[in-house]
């Protein structure tokens, strides 16, 4: 099926820093990509809906100046945590709609462990 | 998308086939019935889907009753592998994002 590919898987950093987490789709074009979070022991929650060469669409609750979402390509979307704090610490993982044969099916990157000292 | 209800939590014996069960009553006519599942600290993984079919690859059965209310995820041989957070999803596969509920977390044990 197809990959999608998410850097870093881990990160750490201190409180008040930016942190930027790439989504990227490897062997598809995909113009929707979706970032979701996770708390431990929970299920995950969408965040956003990003769309390829406009803005992005935030959930309720979600402050989009604090989530910066960049969809500049077909293949990369990128999800900027700014200022970021300790209970912005959580696992963050994207997903793609894939295509062709597979455009039943949304696909996720490996997530991204963000923890804020 | 139409909720989903599973049950929190099952065990199953290595070897022995897992029978995950999935209510979803208020389906609507064009959603699809998706399996994804989450290993520890990974993104969740598609398994199967199916509309009103019986389905079935390389990893798993999917059985959906004839009024589509209900269905069964089947791991025929559930090695220690599949120990992981099984979500059962109503989608219609459109441009929308697929909505968690709270999953199954299934523990297979020697």
């Known amino acids: 099926g197809a990959v999608v590919s998410q850097h870093p898987s881990r990160v750490i950093c201190k409180s008040g820093t930016s942190v930027k987490i790439e989504c990227r789709s490897l062997d598809f074009q995909a113009t929707t990509m979706f970032w979701y979070r996770q708390f431990p022991k929970q299920s995950l929650m969408l965040m956003a809906t990003s769309n390829e060469g406009s803005k992005a669409t935030y959930e309720q609750g979600v402050e989009k100046d604090k989530f910066l979402i960049n969809h500049a390509s077909l293949t990369l979307s990128t999800l900027t945590v700014t200022s970021a704090h300790p209970e912005d610490s959580s696992f963050y993982i994207c997903s793609a709609r894939g295509q062709q044969g597979d455009n039943e099916k949304l696909f996720f990157g490996s997530g991204t462990q963000l923890s804020v000292l | 998308d139409a909720k989903t209800t599973q049950p929190p939590s099952m065990d199953c014996a290595e070897g022995r086939a897992a029978n995950l069960p999935c209510n979803h009553s208020t389906i609507s006519g064009n959603e699809y019935v998706y399996w994804y599942r989450q290993i520890h600290s990974q993104g969740p993984q598609y398994i199967i889907h199916g509309l009103k079919n019986n389905e079935t690859n390389e990893m798993a059965s999917l059985i959906i009753t004839e009024d589509r209310k209900s269905s069964t995820l089947i791991l025929p041989h559930a090695t220690l592998r599949d120990t992981a957070v099984y979500y059962c999803?109503?989608?219609?596969?459109?441009?929308?994002?697929?909505?968690f509920g709270k999953g199954t977390r299934l523990s297979v044990i020697a």
């Open positions: 999803i109503a989608w219609n596969s459109g441009n929308t994002p697929l909505v």
